[in-house]
T-cell receptor, first 111, second 114 residues
Framework: GESVGLHLPTLSVQEGDNSIINCAYSNSASDYFIWYKQESGKGPQFIIDIRSNMDKRQGQRVTVLLNKTVKHLSLQIAATQPGDSAVYFCAENTGGFKTIFGAGTRLFVKA | DTAVSQTPKYLVTQMGNDKSIKCEQNLGHDTMYWYKQDSKKFLKIMFSYNNKELIINETVPNRFSPKSPDKAHLNLHINSLELGDSAVYFC?????????????FGPGTRLLVL
């Protein structure tokens, strides 16, 4: 069935280091991918997205990489800060309104 | 100036009761959603409305009934609440009309069924 999964449910990094959160998706028809950040007690918040005609997109301190060959998505956070501590979700969309969310990775940033 | 707001934020109730959660967005979006997030943080779509019309209805028990009085509101009514309904329910909206767009989420409603 449809699924978007994560390799590492929990990731702990030192403040200032770079973080990499990985995601595997199963639907090869998906053509739009999004990363969301969810802080404790809040709703998911958009971070960055990428469409299937791209393999890399950069934002402020964040980069998303897409490898369609192996159906893999990653989120890289540069110079991780304590405020980056949250649960991160990858999500995929095959067109239209339905977005499938992955299971989430919890990122801990150690000061 | 919350873009997507939900009420109540917390809801504690007994099994068998009927309850409603309200959602409003002031972003002028055409599409609204309800998601359920379980204790393991898994986020699953339940319903979606586009211009007040139901367009997504995932495998959700009939006890759950969404209602969209206008484009800015999407309420969720739950009949005969069960223990398994305990979760955080998120409302979201997006501007798309058949176009993939970012979803904006509300702060969530934490439902606890005793």
């Amino acid at each position: 069935g449809e699924s978007v999964g994560l390799h590492l449910p929990t990731l702990s990094v030192q403040e200032g280091d770079n973080s990499i959160i990985n995601c595997a998706y199963s639907n090869s028809a998906s053509d739009y991918f999004i990363w969301y950040k969810q802080e404790s007690g809040k709703g998911p918040q958009f971070i960055i997205d990428i469409r299937s005609n791209m393999d890399k997109r950069q934002g402020q301190r964040v980069t998303v990489l897409l490898n369609k060959t192996v159906k893999h998505l990653s989120l890289q956070i540069a110079a991780t800060q304590p405020g980056d501590s949250a649960v991160y979700f990858c999500a995929e969309n095959t067109g239209g309104f339905k977005t499938i969310f992955g299971a989430g990775t919890r990122l801990f940033v150690k000061a | 100036d919350t873009a997507v707001s939900q009420t109540p934020k917390y809801l504690v109730t007994q099994m068998g009761n009927d309850k409603s959660i309200k959602c409003e967005q002031n972003l002028g979006h055409d599409t609204m959603y309800w998601y359920k997030q379980d204790s393991k943080k898994f986020l699953k779509i339940m319903f979606s409305y586009n211009n007040k019309e139901l367009i997504i209805n995932e495998t959700v028990p009939n006890r759950f009934s969404p209602k969209s009085p206008d484009k800015a509101h999407l309420n969720l009514h739950i009949n005969s609440l069960e223990l398994g309904d305990s979760a955080v329910y998120f409302c979201a909206s997006s501007g798309g009309a058949g176009v993939q767009e970012t979803q904006y989420f509300g702060p969530g409603t934490r439902l606890l069924v005793l």
